[in-house]
T-cell receptor
C-alpha cells in the first residue's frame, strides 16, 4: 500500500514570496492533517480535514496560510506571503477516520530567506 | 496553549542499555501516543494507549498511560543502533478527534 506522498521535498524562497505544498493521502483515508514542525520542536497541527470539509483550523495563521481539499482526496497548503518564521518542515498525515492511526508523509522542508 | 513536556531532551547511551523517557501535562489526555522520527522522514507510530493505567508492549518497547491521565512513559530495553532517532509523545485530549498535541521530543543516540 502506498504511503502519504508530498511534494516538493525541499523549497527555498525569499520572504514575501508565495509557496504551495501538495499532499496525496493514503487511498480511502477520509481525514487529512497538515502539521508544521519547526526545527527542534514537535509537530504542530495546523488544519484537519474530514473528506473535503475543515474540522479544525484553529492554529492556522489565516492571514497568510490557506489550505484546501476540494475533492476530498489530495490537498494543497499555501503560504502567501511567507515570513522568515515560516521556515519549517510541513508534514501531511492521513487517517482512515478521525481518531484512527495517523500516517505521516516525509514532509516538505521550507527555507525562507 | 496546551503543552506536553518531554524529558529528557536528549540521551546518549551505550548499546544494550535500557532507556526511559516520559511525558507530562497539566491537562488530562484520553489518548497517549508514542512516535519515532528518523531524519528526513515523518513520525511513525510506535505505541498507542487508550486507557488510564494501561501498559502496552511492542517488542522491546513498553509504554504506560499514567493513572492521573496527565503523563506517560516509554521504555526501550536492550537498545540497538537502529533505535537512534527522535521520540515524540503525543496526546489527544478527547481521545478520538485526531487533534494531536506533540511534545518537544527526546533525541536518542546509541553508541555501538
Amino acid at each position: 500500500e502506498a504511503g502519504v506522498a508530498q511534494s516538493p521535498r525541499y523549497k527555498i524562497i525569499e520572504k514575501r514570496q508565495s509557496v504551495a505544498f501538495w499532499c496525496n493521502p493514503i487511498s480511502g483515508h477520509a481525514t487529512l492533517y497538515w502539521y508544521q514542525q519547526i526545527l527542534g520542536q514537535g509537530p504542530k497541527l495546523l488544519i484537519q480535514f474530514q473528506n473535503n470539509g475543515v474540522v479544525d483550523d484553529s492554529q492556522l495563521p489565516k492571514d497568510r496560510f490557506s489550505a484546501e481539499r476540494l475533492k476530498g482526496v489530495d490537498s494543497t497548503l499555501k503560504i502567501q506571503p511567507a515570513k522568515l518564521e515560516d521556515s519549517a518542515v510541513y508534514l501531511c498525515a492521513s487517517s482512515y477516520n478521525r481518531g484512527d492511526e495517523q500516517f505521516f508523509g516525509p514532509g516538505t522542508r521550507l527555507t525562507v530567506l | 496553549g496546551q503543552q506536553l513536556n518531554q524529558s529528557p531532551q536528549s540521551m546518549f547511551i551505550q548499546e544494550g542499555e535500557d532507556v526511559s523517557m516520559n511525558c507530562t501535562s497539566s491537562s488530562i489526555f484520553n489518548t497517549w501516543l508514542w512516535y519515532k522520527q528518523d531524519p528526513g522522514e515523518g513520525p511513525v507510530l510506535l505505541i498507542a494507549l487508550y486507557k488510564a493505567g494501561e501498559l502496552t508492549s511492542n517488542g522491546r518497547l513498553t509504554a504506560q498511560f499514567g493513572i492521573t491521565r496527565k503523563d506517560s512513559f516509554l521504555n526501550i530495553s536492550a537498545s540497538i543502533p537502529s533505535d537512534v532517532g527522535i521520540y515524540f509523545c503525543a496526546g489527544d485530549r478527547s481521545g478520538n478527534t485526531g487533534k494531536l498535541i506533540f511534545g518537544q521530543g527526546t533525541t536518542l543516540q546509541v553508541k555501538p
